[in-house]
């Protein structure tokens, strides 16, 4: 965790280790964590609404392929991938795609599905719109930081190249 928190500190942004420590420490306001049931509100439909389950979430690696190039990993390690604890795994290894790197991605993902799944919560967003705002909060994760908007360019151009 000490090795993420430097990389984050780095080369990421405020908001991006914000939500990197309320993940880490189980800081989402979800339903579970307040002892209530709910669906999923990134709207897969087929899970309820706590940081487990988005670790594990159809519509969150979805999204992570599409847009940060980040396959999905194995099931047993999504938790922890999701926490930024554990290794991030991209879709292509190759020299530009560092462990430091795959950590951004991952970092940047999940704060992204953090300000969907509280936008939803809070009503300034429908389930059925969370999985099309998902791409916009990456940029918005990203924007003013030109290594972090370079690092989305790439992944995404990779992705494309697949
Ligand atoms: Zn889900």
Same mark, same amino acid.
């Given at each position: 965790m000490i090795s993420v928190c430097?990389? !984050?500190?780095?080369?990421?942004? @405020? +908001?991006?280790?914000?939500?990197f420590i309320?993940?880490a ?12 049931? =709910?669906?999923?509100? !990134? ?6 609404? /706590?940081?487990?389950?988005? /670790? ?5 690696? #979805? ?9 999905? @990993? ?9 926490l930024n604890l554990?290794? /991030? ?8 795609? &560092?462990? %430091?790197?795959?950590?951004? !991605? +991952? ?5 992204? =599905?953090?300000? $969907?799944?509280? &936008?939803? +919560? #809070?009503? #300034? ?9 998902? @791409?916009?909060?990456?940029? %918005?994760?990203?924007?003013?930081? @030109? =290594?972090? %908007? &370079?690092?989305?360019? $790439? =992944? +995404?151009?990779?992705?494309? %190249?697949?």
């Amino acid at each position: 965790m000490i090795s993420v928190c430097r990389v !984050l500190t780095a080369r990421g942004t @405020p +908001r991006i280790g914000a939500a990197f420590i309320r993940t880490a420490f189980n800081g989402w306001c979800t339903a579970r964590r307040f002892q209530g049931r =709910a669906g999923c509100l !990134l709207g897969c439909g087929r899970g309820n609404d /706590s940081i487990e389950h988005y /670790s594990d979430c159809a519509t969150y690696h #979805s999204f992570c392929r599409q847009h940060a190039g980040l396959a999905a @990993p194995a099931a047993e390690d999504r938790l922890a991938c999701f926490l930024n604890l554990g290794h /991030s795994t991209l879709i292509r290894r190759d020299a530009g795609c &560092s462990r %430091e790197r795959a950590t951004m !991605l +991952r970092a940047l993902t999940v704060y992204a =599905a953090y300000r $969907v799944q509280a &936008s939803v +919560r #809070s009503g #300034s967003l429908q389930v059925a719109e969370a999985a099309g705002a998902l @791409p916009a909060m990456l940029r %918005e994760g990203a924007r003013g930081h @030109p =290594a972090l %908007e &370079s690092l989305l360019r $790439v =992944a +995404r151009r990779r992705q494309r %190249e697949q």
